[in-house]
């Protein structure tokens, strides 16, 4: 957008202040900048953290690295977009993108972090008493129980409580044995996550009846089995090791990579 025969420096005035929110390079920041100046202009790379919610309710954060004398003229158009407390001149040309690199490496360590105590926890189709095992070897480090039981399946933790309830899936009982064994045993800021055939109508009817549920997980209901297609590890080595309910099928969209 910025270089090329019709980028916006083939037009770009002296004095105008270019204000890049996009997340790229700092090296390439910085030669966007140089560039900017040698128009008589200047740039600043102001990156932003605070997702969709903080876009539409005008509170991002907003990290900015240029002259410090064009953040100032610009930061009352930033202020409007962001949290004014957290539009931050951060230094030189690339400095924007260089906090926003870090901010990134901290939020997908974190996510990493998370997603192996969930895989930790996860243990298939295991009953509570399972779950708590788990909870006590990850100690400190505990942070959610996912229930992702098929709706063609009925998990063996609620077999003695059947004949009041469709068992199928992911159901309130099953959640409930869940929280009630993990609270037992002092496990009460565990979170349970579900996933697996919500709908909307599935996660009111869970939350009119208050089913102790701390998130969910949504995605092929958004896409309707238009775009999403999940895959399991079912094999290795020519070997099962898939869970309850998956086994391997030749699938003619795939081929192998070596």
């Keep these: 957008m910025l270089e090329g025969p019709d980028g ?9 202040i270019i204000i890049d929110m ?10 966007l900048a140089t560039k900017a100046r040698a128009l008589g202009g200047g740039m600043l790379d102001a ?7 903080g876009a539409i309710q005008g509170t991002l954060s907003i990290m900015v690295g240029g002259d410090a004398a064009d953040f100032i003229a610009v930061k009352p158009i930033l202020d409007v977009m962001g949290n004014p407390e957290k539009v931050v001149h951060i230094g030189d040309s690339g400095a924007g993108q260089l906090c926003k690199l870090c901010n990134q490496m901290v939020i997908g360590g974190t996510l990493a972090a998370v997603a192996e105590a969930l895989a930790l926890v996860r243990l298939g189709s295991a009953d509570p008493p399972a779950r708590l095992e788990a909870a006590r070897a990850l ?5 959610g129980v996912r229930r992702h039981t098929s709706e063609m399946l ?3 933790a609620v077999l003695p409580q059947m004949g009041r309830f469709r068992p199928t899936g992911v159901n309130p009982q099953l959640v409930w044995n869940v929280r009630r064994a993990l609270d037992a045993e002092g496990f009460r800021d565990v979170r349970i996550i579900v996933s697996g055939g919500f709908t909307v109508e599935k996660i009111e009817m869970f939350e009119r009846e208050g089913v102790p549920v701390d998130a969910y997980g949504v ?13 399991d590890v079912v094999q290795h080595e020519g070997k099962p090791c898939a869970k309850v309910g998956r086994e391997y099928r030749p699938n003619p969209r795939l081929e192998l990579v070596e």
């Design 22 to 31: 996009s997340s790229i390079a700092p090296a390439t920041a910085r030669r």
């Design 139 to 143: 100690g400190g480090r505990r942070y």
């Design 154 to 156: 009925v998990d063996r």
């Design 8 to 16: 916006v420096f083939t037009a770009m005035q002296p004095g105008t």
């Design 47 to 53: 990156p932003v953290s605070g997702g969709d919610i």
């Design 219 to 231: 995605g092929s209901s958004l896409f309707q089995g238009r775009f999403d297609f999940t895959a």
